[in-house]
Structure formats: structure tokens, C-alpha cells
């Protein structure tokens, strides 16, 4: 399992940033920290307040607290460099060696980016320290790296791919950064001409996949190619091409096209089927409801949340009390932020056989449906199952053979790159349990995964 971040570096360089909030009015601080995340004691000077607030912040909390610092607050690029490098440290990324990178650049173009110097520029300067800010005054203003990198990259262009990465630190730098550097450099926003996109692409992707990696085009901005680094060894190399869930029947299904792969589900009422493209993010809740907005008709956003969340609880079982509390808990824990949180997909179909499993033998359908599905960013695949005493007896007697195929299935889903988490009725079925529960599980698995709720 992947490390979580140094909270204690990242509570340090936090409070670097927020100490300069008492520069804002008293009746400014209050709307700020709400925005950040952060809670503000009511008495106390603006330095007090802040401080305090800090201090009661949960560590749970403090990873968002940060992202949402690094979007809505002035931060040098040193800091915003140092508290990235904390939450990504650890983070489920793909391992990008020197050698890998050293290789990329020396086949890389930067004559290709030369069109788009401004873009290009940009690009670096999200990533990368080019200057230290409002302090460069005090020194050779053409010793900087930004004033370096005009000059040997654009006015005088006598840098190789090789030496800009050198002078960048990316040799050095962490794989996520690395990887955002990549994707950024293959993006619209710094390349917008798609021949040039896709050579970039081109050059790249030999040596990604070496390592089995490769940028792969996901979907569309504007009209552009989105590529995003996937891997090429597991279900994170796969786009889901049907999503059917939230099932209260056994879907009838036919195919209009075999050809396609396109299928009509003929109890559109007991099924639904997502059919959108799901970006590098996976599918978020905000994602879900735009599309049952549209699907059906509704007239404004609150209609669309309250009645796709009364239809995803419609379809869970009666008798699970225990799955019905990790549905709702999931939702209240995480509150204001579920818009930008990976969706929690129930009773998603994972096998179908249109014959029943008496006509096909006892092997045929080991699980035919998840609990509840996660598709997180990257293509990373979560499951989530909640097992009764159904899973592994009968009648109120052990089953071993029972309990065995339950496993058999967890390795196969696992072997398809899933990732499967259990949880016994008896952890889940009294609320005030189930709720200290999963709140630790689900900061737990939101930074084993990357997930930080997307801003709006």
C-alpha cells in the first residue's frame, strides 16, 4: 500500500500560506476558510484565528485543505512545488525511471513547441520553480531560469530537449509531476494543432511502453485529442465500454449492433446504463448527475441530485442494512465535496449470460454483480463488497465451497486489475460504527488512489 503524505511537512508548509491570511478583514476570513475547507474560531485576533484554525484542523482534512489552498490562494512556486511534492509523495503513479526520461528527451523536438513558446512557457511554469518570485528583483533579472529558457530555448535556440530538463530538475522529480509534465506538453493547451500533438505522441510512446505505459488518447477538448499516461498491463488500460448498474432486475438486453458493441437494454426501468465517455478523472458524481439530468429531463441541478441519489438507494437491498448505511454514509462524510468525488456506483452488472446458471453449470456466473463500483482516476478500478452470512453459508452452516468461490471470483476481478475491498455486516450495520469506520477507510483509499475532490 501506498504511503500517505508527511502530514507534518504538509501542515508546516500550510501554515507558511495561511499565516499571510491576516492581510484579509476579520469579516473576509470567515467566507475564505469556508472556501478553503478550514475552520475559524469566532474570537481571538486575525493571527489567533487562523493559527487556532489550523491547529483544529483534522489531518483527515488536511490534504484538501491544501489542494484548496494551492487553487484559491498567491503561492510562490517554491511552496506550491514543495506542498505538491507532499501530496503526490506515495501517490499510485506510475514509475517513470531516469533512464525512461533521459531517453524521451533525447528524441523530443523542442522545435515543436517553438510555435507556441507562451504555451510552452505556461506549461513550465505550473510545474516547475523558473524564478523565486517577488524576491528576483534583487537579483540579475537574466539569471533566472524563465530568462534562461528564453533565451537558449526561444530567442537563441542552442538548448536540446536534454539540457531543459536537466536545467528543469525533471530527471530528479517526482513521477506524478513527470507524468502532468508529459500530458501537459501533448495537450491542446500547449500544442493546438493535433499533427503536432500526435507526433509528440509518437515520439514518446516507444519508450513509455518499454515500461509498460502509454499516453492514450481519452477522449476530446474542444475539438483536440486528450491523451492521458495509462497502463498498459491491467484494467486501467481499458476504457468500460457498458456500465450497467443501479440494477433491481436482471437486465434484458439485445445487441443492435454485434459488429459495435452497441446494446439496448429493454428494462430501461429496472437498469440504468451510462453511456458517456469517462474522462482521466473516472466518472464523478457531478459527471453522473449532468447526464440524469439530461437523460431525464429535469429543470435544475437540486432536482437532478435528489432524485438520482433516491435512485441509486432504490436499488439496494431491502435486507442489507449494512450496504444501505455505507450508500448514505458515503454521501453525508463527504458532504459539499461528493460533486468532485468518484461516484458510488451500486449494484453494477459485471457478468451476463442470457441463459440462467442451471443451463450453463455451477461455474458460469461466479459474480455476476458488484456491491458498488468506484472508477477513479487513471482507470484505477475500485470494488466494494459488503458480505453477509449469504456469502459463505448455507442454511446457517458453513460453506466452504461457498466461501471458495466467493475467492475464486476476488482473484479473477484482481487479475483483471480491480481492486477489492470487503466489509462484514456486523462492521457496517450500527451507523455510529460504520460512519468512524469508513471515514478512516475512505481517507485511507482517496490517498492510497490520488483522489482529491475536483473543483468545480
Sequence with gaps: MARGPDLKALRELVASVVGHLTSYTHRELGPLCDRLGMPLPDEGSKRERVSQGLADLSDADLPMVAERVLQLLQVSPPTRNAIQDVLWAGHNSLDIPAKTRRDIARHLDLAEFALYADRFKALLARLWVLDNGPLDWLIDAGATLS??????????????????LEQLGAFEAGDMRFMLFLEGMTSAEVLPDESAQRRVVDTINPHLQAIGAELRETGTDGGYPVFRITSTQSARSRQP???????????????LSAVDNDIEVLNPGDVLVYDRPISADGILWRHLQAWW??????????????????????CLPNNSKAQRNLFT???ELHGPNVPGLPALLPEVWLHWDPKTVRARGPEALLRFRMDFL??????????????GPQHYSTDGRPDSAKYAAGMKGDRDLKLSGYEVFRFGTNELNDPAQARTLLQQFFADLFDRFDVIPSPD
Design 147 to 164: 530568462a534562461q529558457i528564453d533565451q537558449h530555448v526561444f530567442r537563441n535556440p542552442d538548448w536540446t530537449a536534454e539540457d531543459l
Design 241 to 255: 465500454k457498458n456500465l450497467i448498474f443501479a440494477t433491481t432486475a436482471k437486465p434484458d438486453i439485445r445487441f
Design 293 to 314: 439530468k439530461e437523460t431525464q429531463n429535469l429543470p435544475t441541478d437540486e432536482d437532478a441530485k435528489n432524485s438520482l441519489y433516491s435512485r441509486l438507494g432504490s
Design 329 to 331: 454514509l458515503y454521501h
Design 374 to 387: 468506484l472508477l477513479l482516476p487513471r482507470g484505477q478500478r475500485v470494488v466494494l463488497e459488503v458480505d
